[in-house]
């Protein structure tokens, strides 16, 4: 056949069987089942069993069935529903079922139904009119026989049997499986395979027939393209999932599983030949570990095959001999008379349902040593699958409904289990015991998610290091590695220069190196480095630069560490040398930058689905945090379907000792706990989505001997990374400690009160916020999520919030860029927050549009709340703005849109809400005394109060504002304005005069 073929990617991919496997026909007579009623009852009659071409098939028969019965009724057998149209000449009715192999155990329901009323089955040992049987009952009846027919009824048992253990993990695999030679099946591949075709290998997918795939995978497109098998022309199929092409052998039968295929392929005159037979799977699996489940699943296929040519050898026509002689039970006529003279016995028309497939195109935890008991701990079963899947390329699949227990980390493996490649966990669960964790396994993850490329290659200054001053500080000093008439004598910084991958020295160079590189000055917002003479650098990559100057200047909440940071920022630089968009940069790089870190950006998206996680909470009496989850270190990943619930958290309090909440709220606190800094830990990476997630929020615990400080735990943490997205991920409810309940706790009272949740997830005042992110770019929470709280500490470049709910710790950020806010639901006391401790900084645009806010009893809401320092004691470090002649070390958003907003204020029971009004800001400044200062020019311009001054937004414009009244003041008009950027009422009149400069239009919609 001719024609194109569509290009796909290289992947690994060695599919090999499938469940329901079938070979050869030939029907077993009946077993009596049952014990019978009269002759006009309905009733089970018998059973026998099918193997052939199709599924393995349970063939039920019916007796004491009317006609007006047959016409009108039907039959469920475990779901699948059947007419009654089989009717046998001793007038029995015969219903096929199809079973797959690994479901020979099940017990299968037997229900019959007059059009839509159910008929009671008079069968002896039936409940509720409904007769149970399965595969196996059958299976053990006959392997009671001493003949070639009782060794095929004992092979298909293992073979069931080794399926059920392969797929499922339930019942126990069989140990008497014999060995056999498979070498005589090997494959043969000969001629020569077409440029651009890559084979990948070859699978067994069985349902109703077996049949054989040959996978591959073309990187260019082709003239000319025939495939024959066995001289026969075949076409070319495409697997959507695998990402790979493939030519399918299908309706192989019993017979024929030795019988080596010839699949010749012939593409622009380049000609390869394969010789692969069902078999040829079996000596390619003979290898392995004998007492690897699937080398015994294997062995056990070729026996049941062996047994079935024993029993029935069909020669050229297909036709064979009846080896049987008498029924199993005499008590029951075989209801099949001669059931070998058609070798297919009414096959099923429908075909099975879902089919499960055995396969080596991954692995398990099982198949490593994993028990998942709920009680074992298989954390080295875990770690060791994913590094055999890693070496081999095979996706990792966890075993349904397993729980794995994970007692310890390995202190020394702070990784974990190393995931690259595709892993599903659904259907299975993990409990991590934290409860006896020690801080020396503070850091050890579970899993870490990582890149197919070494993920951090550092260049840093050699000349650079730390020294001590006279005064007992240090700073950085540079070792004169030129003569100091050299114009950039001990100014040897680097570049982000494509020549930084083909350093020879890891580390370190030579300082005429460092003086050699491209773009060792970057401005902010610029967008294309030079490439210089390479051309383009090597690879897309994310690079962390730093360089002295020092940022993010701290200070203003009660628990925060003043101080500063290093000038450090995350770029993202294509091939051309083009910086993404994504990460758009944010600070001035003049000629200053010491260290440069790369991690390398995988193209191909890695996805990591399902499992439920459940953290057992540490009781550790510390601050430091904890990080014992999934880290991802890799970019291009999507989490999707992943949930993560906390048990244990009332062994987190102890003591009498009551606390005050931002809320207002007191109770009983917990005093024990480090605190968990993220269970979804995203670290120098970029493309990362968490999708169909399930978070957690964490309690405040208050360990510092203080009812005023307390901890800050997150179950989402992300540093250094971009473009990274929260889709529909939820917080779980959680237990609420409320009083009665929290003093029975720590009374260790046996009868507790009732348990109470926060079933919202996001409400509960004693519980910290859901994320928390430093040094990111690109932050966007979608898609029907329900967080607590949304927050980036040391700045975000562009953060997105869209058709999402916000808790009641709403959104807290710091940075630059734009703030879009759209279709969202937010119960926190401010709308938005613009962090004070961070100076409440925010370089660019914040546009809201058609949110709808709870404000709850505040009768003073602010739709952004910032507060501003200006105390030279506490230095936020920004770039400083000069405007109009005036320097500004701060900034508010420059324009400020609210399009569309419904304040909800139905619980407001204070007529100050309508003295006050809706405020666009609060107050801008913290701790300003304003006493006897003269409101003039200078004041006007920042330069007289504020000693280092914050720049006012430049326009704020509102539109479309509805405001829910109670019933109590539906009538009450505003005094002033319902919405204003400042209210002149408001205490702390200066602020006011902050904005006289501010363009604000208002529509006066409500």
């Known amino acids: 056949m001719e024609g194109k073929v569509r290009t796909v990617s290289k992947r690994l991919m060695l599919t090999v069987l499938s469940a329901a496997l079938v070979l050869g026909s030939l029907v077993f007579p009946g077993l009596g089942h049952t014990a019978f009623a009269t002759e006009d009852e309905a009733r089970v009659e018998g059973f026998s069993l099918t193997v052939g071409e199709g599924t393995l098939g349970l063939n039920v028969f019916l007796g004491g069935i009317s006609d007006s019965m047959a016409e009108n009724g039907s039959v469920i057998i475990d779901g699948a529903t059947y007419e009654l149209n089989g009717k046998q000449e001793d ?26 009323n159910k ?24 392997e009671e026989r001493e003949d070639e027919m009782g060794r095929l009824a004992k092979a298909i048992d293992d073979y069931g049997t080794c399926a059920e253990y392969y797929f499922s993990g339930a019942g126990s695999i069989p140990v008497d499986i014999t060995d056999a030679d498979f ?18 290998g070859t699978s067994l997918v069985l349902s109703d027939t077996i049949a054989i795939r040959h996978y591959y995978a073309v990187t260019r497109y082709y003239d000319s393209c025939e495939i024959l098998i066995d001289g026969e022309p075949s076409e070319i199929l495409y697997d959507e999932e695998k990402g790979l092409c493939y030519i399918e052998i299908p309706g192989i039968k019993a017979w024929d599983i030795v019988h080596p295929y010839e699949v010749k392929a012939t593409v622009d005159g380049a000609e390869a030949t394969l010789k692969y037979s069902v078999m040829s799977y079996a000596y390619l699996v003979a290898g392995s570990d004998s007492e690897d489940p699937l080398f015994k699943l294997v062995k056990s296929i070729y026996w049941y095959y062996a047994a079935f040519r024993e029993c029935l050898d069909p020669g050229e026509g297909g036709e064979g001999n009846d080896p049987v002689d008498d029924p199993v039970d005499d008590s029951v006529d075989d209801p099949v008379d001669d059931p070998v003279e058609d070798p297919v016995d009414d096959p099923v028309d429908e075909p099975v349902e879902d089919p499960v497939e055995i396969t080596t195109d991954y692995v398990t935890y099982k198949m490593y040593g994993a028990k998942g008991d709920g009680k074992t701990d298989d954390y080295d079963a875990i770690v060791k699958t994913h590094a055999e899947a890693n070496a081999k390329g095979l ?8 729980v794995y227990y994970i007692g310890h980390m390995d202190k020394n493996n702070t990784k974990g289990a190393l995931i690259m490649t595709e892993t599903d966990w659904t259907g299975a669960e993990f409990i991590i015991d934290d409860s006896k964790m020690t801080l020396a396994e ?75 590189m491209d773009n060792h000055k970057i401005d902010k917002g610029q967008t294309q480095l030079s490439v210089g003479s390479y051309g383009a650098f090597p690879e897309k990559a994310l690079y962390v630069l730093k360089s002295q100057v020092q940022r993010w200047g701290r200070n203003g909440s009660a628990n925060a560490v003043a101080g500063t940071r290093e000038q450090e920022e995350v770029i993202i630089v294509n091939r051309d040398g083009s910086i993404d968009s994504a990460t758009p940069v944010q600070w001035n790089w003049d000629n200053d930058i010491y260290l440069i870190q790369k991690y390398p950006i995988d193209e191909k998206t890695l996805t990591v689905r399902g499992g439920v996680f459940t953290t057992i909470v540490n009781t550790l009496d510390s601050h430091e945090y904890v990080r014992r989850g999934i880290n991802i270190v890799r970019s291009n990943v999507v989490i999707d379907g992943v949930e993560h619930y906390l048990a244990g958290e009332e062994k987190q309090f102890t003591g009498t000792s009551y606390y005050s909440l931002d809320s207002g709220k007191s109770g009983y606190h917990a005093r024990l706990g480090a605190p968990y800094q993220g269970f979804f830990v995203l670290d120098h990476c970029a493309y990362v989505t968490l999708k169909n997630c399930v978070l957690t929020n964490h309690l405040r615990v208050y360990n510092y001997n203080s009812d005023v400080n307390s901890t800050a735990p997150y179950d989402y943490y992300a540093e250094y990374a971009a473009a990274i997205t929260l889709d529909n991920c939820v917080c779980s409810k959680s237990v609420d400690f409320y009083d009665e309940y929290a003093a029975a706790v720590i009374r260790g009272d046996k009868n507790l009160p009732a348990v109470r949740y926060d079933e919202t997830g996001i409400m509960d005042a004693a519980r910290w916020g859901t994320t928390g992110t430093n040094f990111c770019k690109s932050i966007t929470v979608q898609n029907g999520s329900r967080i607590n709280r949304i927050d980036a500490h040391m700045g975000t470049y562009n953060l997105t919030v869209k058709d999402s709910t916000v808790g009641y710790m709403g959104i807290a950020a710091v940075g630059f860029g734009d703030m879009n806010i759209e279709n969202v639901t937010s119960y926190a006391e401010h709308f938005i927050t613009l962090r004070r401790d961070f100076g409440s900084y925010w370089e660019g645009n914040i546009n809201i549009k058609n949110c709808r806010w709870y404000i709850g009893e505040r009768y003073t809401p602010y739709v952004i709340f910032s507060n501003y320092n200006p105390n030279p004691a506490y230095p936020y470090a920004y770039d400083t703005i000069v405007e109009d002649g005036v320097e500004y070390y701060c900034t508010m958003p420059t324009k400020v849109n609210i399009d569309g907003m419904t304040i909800d204020a139905s619980d407001v029971t204070s007529s100050a809400f309508f003295r006050y009004g809706v405020q666009v800001f609060s107050c801008p400044f913290m701790n300003v005394d304003i006493s006897n200062i003269e409101i003039d020019e200078d004041f006007l311009n920042n330069r007289t109060v504020y000693q280092k001054p914050l720049r006012a937004p430049k326009e704020v414009n509102v539109r479309n504002i509805k405001i829910i009244k109670s019933a109590q003041f539906a009538d009450t008009p505003f005094l002033y304005t319902a919405v204003s950027v400042r209210n002149g009422s408001v205490e702390n009149v200066h602020d006011e005069y902050f904005f006289h400069n501010t363009k604000f239009t208002y529509d006066g919609s409500c």
Not at 91 to 111: A, M, Q, W
Not at 395 to 402: E, I, N, S
């Open 91 to 116: 007038g029995t009715y015969k219903i096929s079922h199809p079973v797959s192999p690994n479901e020979i155990s099940k017990k299968l329901p037997i229900t019959l139904y007059s059009v839509t």
């Open 119 to 142: 008929v009671d089955l008079k069968n002896e040992g039936a409940e509720d009119g409904i007769v149970c049987y399965s595969v196996k009952d059958y299976l053990l009846r006959l």
């Open 183 to 200: 070498s005589e099946y090997a494959p043969e591949l000969s001629g020569k395979i077409a440029d651009g075709t890559t084979y990948y």
């Open 395 to 402: 996706p990792v699949k966890a075993d349904q409904g397993a």
């Open 442 to 516: 503070k850091n050890c993850y579970l899993f870490t998610v990582e890149p197919s490329k070494p993920y951090v290659k550092q260049w840093m200054n050699p000349n650079l290091f730390w020294t001590q001053k006279a005064d007992g500080t240090w700073t950085w000093k540079y070792e004169k590695d030129l003569p100091a008439s050299h114009p950039d004598y001990q100014k040897i910084n680097l570049g982000l220069s494509p020549a930084l991958s083909d350093y020879p020295v890891y580390n370190s160079y030579s300082a005429a190196l460092a003086y050699a």
